[in-house]
């Protein structure tokens, strides 16, 4: 199995679109910090993003797109001294628009998450990932967003549901890309993509995660020795072939246990563990509770 499509697929990645913005002359939006992670692409004209806590803007060209990975505020502007406008005032229906023209373009959205998207994904990533419309490799996101774009503007039957999955398939292509462009950028499982050793020992747990994997196994499939394959594993992931194996099989586990009723005993079977108490103990030493207790809590969130 590919790590990057089982972690999304835990998550239950979802996307929404938000109103398109127009804008010229002299102009600033400044947005709240998201709930989930943000995206806006440029369409036509250029502008800069600013983000909080980050040192320099980025320049957007046409064609470029953004995620904004971490819940901070942002601006969007052509001018820095422009007086800035909050973006709740011009949003809530049809197209925003801000200053004095439409010579910029944006298409905005963003991808909600499961419960533990932070510790699996969002916390391995940059705050910011920009994909410039010059890069070779950007051409998959860029024809989603152009059909994203299509979509909005000429409302076909089920446009808005069409445009949200070709939003995922942006999102995929970009963190493919950035995982690709920019590996020490990224941390844990996803900076053990840019090892092929390291990355064989993920696919082999993703694909068989109930099978009693050893470092030996993991190290013969990648043609390499053990104590290689544990320095290298080690190196790139931040914790040995092992430990990543247990933390991905209670990742699964809490999984299951958000989402039906199947007893705790079963669960553990599926996963790996030869009985409910191991895996209790396991859960309890990654989770910091026992399985019943998170059960019990993602039933409270729901209410």
Same mark, same amino acid.
């Given at each position: ?15 929404y679109l938000s109103a398109g913005m127009t804008a010229g002359g002299s102009w600033s939006v400044t947005f709240e910090p998201p709930a989930g992670v943000k995206f806006n692409a440029v369409s036509r004209g ?12 980025? /320049?957007? $060209? ?33 197209? $925003?628009? $801000? ?37 070779? /490799?950007?051409?998959t996101a860029l024809w989603a967003l152009g059909q994203i774009d299509t979509e909005l503007r000429h409302e076909k039957p089920a446009s808005g549901l069409v445009a949200e999955h070709l939003a995922i398939v ?12 920019a590996p020490g950028s990224v941390a844990g499982w996803a900076a053990g993509l840019a090892d092929p050793v390291v990355a064989s020992a993920l696919r082999s747990v993703h694909a068989h995660p109930a099978y ?10 990648? $043609? ?45 079977? /599926? ?33």
């Amino acid at each position: 199995m590919d790590p990057l499509q089982d972690v999304l697929s835990l998550l239950g990645t979802t996307s929404y679109l938000s109103a398109g913005m127009t804008a010229g002359g002299s102009w600033s939006v400044t947005f709240e910090p998201p709930a989930g992670v943000k995206f806006n692409a440029v369409s036509r004209g250029a502008c800069r993003l600013a983000v909080d806590g980050l040192p320099e803007a980025v /320049e957007l $060209a046409e064609g470029d797109c953004f995620l904004l990975t971490q819940p901070r505020a942002f601006q969007l502007y052509s001018d820095p001294a422009a007086p800035s406008i909050p973006a709740g005032t011009i949003f809530g229906g049809g197209v $925003a628009r $801000a200053g004095s023209g439409d010579e910029v373009a944006l298409i905005g959205g963003g991808f909600s998450f499961g419960a533990r998207a932070r510790a699996l994904l969002l916390d391995a990533l940059p705050a910011v990932i920009h994909v410039p419309a010059a890069a070779p /490799e950007a051409a998959t996101a860029l024809w989603a967003l152009g059909q994203i774009d299509t979509e909005l503007r000429h409302e076909k039957p089920a446009s808005g549901l069409v445009a949200e999955h070709l939003a995922i398939v942006m999102l995929i292509q970009i963190l493919r890309l950035h995982l690709a462009r920019a590996p020490g950028s990224v941390a844990g499982w996803a900076a053990g993509l840019a090892d092929p050793v390291v990355a064989s020992a993920l696919r082999s747990v993703h694909a068989h995660p109930a099978y009693p994997w050893t470092v030996a196994e993991l190290a013969g499939a990648a $043609a390499v020795s053990r104590s290689t394959m544990a320095a290298r594993f080690r190196a790139a992931v931040g914790r040995g072939p092992l430990e990543y194996l247990t933390g991905w099989r209670i990742e699964l586990a809490a999984d299951r246990l958000r989402r039906d009723s199947g007893t705790v005993a079963a669960i553990a079977r /599926e996963v790996g563990y030869g009985s409910e108490s191991a895996l209790s103990v396991a859960f309890k030493r990654v989770m910091g509770v026992s399985p019943a207790t998170y059960r019990r809590q993602a039933d409270h969130s729901r209410l």
